[in-house]
């Protein structure tokens, strides 16, 4: 099983540019997430979907914005991207909502250099 | 505010011995708590949770302590092997939130 997969891996952009990473789950999961992790810091909380037609801002949500395409896919689109917003992306998807302690599990990142 | 993080940034030990990483949290709403492994280049991974009406819970070659008079967590790794080497995150979920927060991370360096 493939579980969670983003695209893409790499990605260098210019100041102002946009551009839409791409998360897809194979699990049936209802809950997706999107997180970002600076070096030396934990992950930090994006925006996530608890069900199929629901978003929700989390810890860090300025400059971002997403979409549940459909129950599979969650994405995520800077739409002026910043220096700031250089970091790697994770997208996850648990079964039901982390806050009924269901677990997480990430795809492999985006790593994103905005110069 | 909630936070989570850890005493030390990097961990050595050596192959066989017992690793023993801590986590502090300071958020005492928070009942439900994961460590997670994370490989270089690739997303973390499960380990084990705890659920704050337990003190320790075990499973293959970890265990998780749960002090929660001092909030404080640790992660217990028996038999310390080369494939441990990792970052090692703590995290913490607040009852009724969906926020995972999680703390800084340790790198556990594993030597022959």
């Known amino acids: 099983n493939a579980g969670v997969t983003q695209t893409p891996k790499f990605q260098v952009l210019k100041t102002g540019q946009s551009m839409t990473l791409q998360c897809a789950q194979d699990?049936?999961?209802?809950?997706m997430y999107w997180y970002r992790q600076d070096p030396g810091m934990g992950l930090r909380l994006i925006y996530y979907?608890?069900?199929?037609?629901?978003?929700d801002k989390g810890e860090v949500p300025n400059g971002y914005n997403v979409s549940r395409l459909n129950k599979r896919e969650f994405s995520l689109r800077l739409e002026s991207a910043a220096p700031s917003q250089t970091s790697v992306y994770f997208c996850?998807?648990?079964?039901?909502?982390?806050?009924?302690?269901?677990?997480?599990?990430f795809g492999s990142g985006t790593q994103l250099s905005v110069l | 505010g909630e936070s989570v993080g850890l005493h030390l940034p990097t961990l050595s030990v050596q192959e066989g011995d017992n690793s023993i990483i801590n986590c502090a949290y300071s958020?005492?709403?928070?009942?439900?708590f994961i460590w997670y492994k994370q490989e270089s280049g690739k997303g973390p991974q499960f380990i084990i949770d705890?659920?704050?009406?337990?003190d320790k819970r075990q499973g293959q070659r970890v265990t998780v302590l749960l002090n929660k008079t001092v909030k404080h967590l640790s992660l217990q790794i028996a038999a310390t092997q080369p494939g441990d080497s990792a970052v090692y995150f703590c995290?913490?979920?607040?009852?009724?939130?969906?926020?995972?927060?999680f703390g800084t991370g340790t790198r556990l360096q594993v030597f022959p």
């Open positions: 705890i659920r704050s009406n337990m």
């Open positions: 996850a998807s648990s079964l039901d909502r982390v806050a009924t302690n269901e677990k997480l599990f």
């Open positions: 995290a913490e979920i607040a009852t009724g939130t969906d926020k995972l927060i």
């Open positions: 699990m049936n999961h209802n809950s």
């Open positions: 958020n005492s709403a928070s009942d439900y």
């Open positions: 979907s608890a069900s199929e037609g629901t978003t």
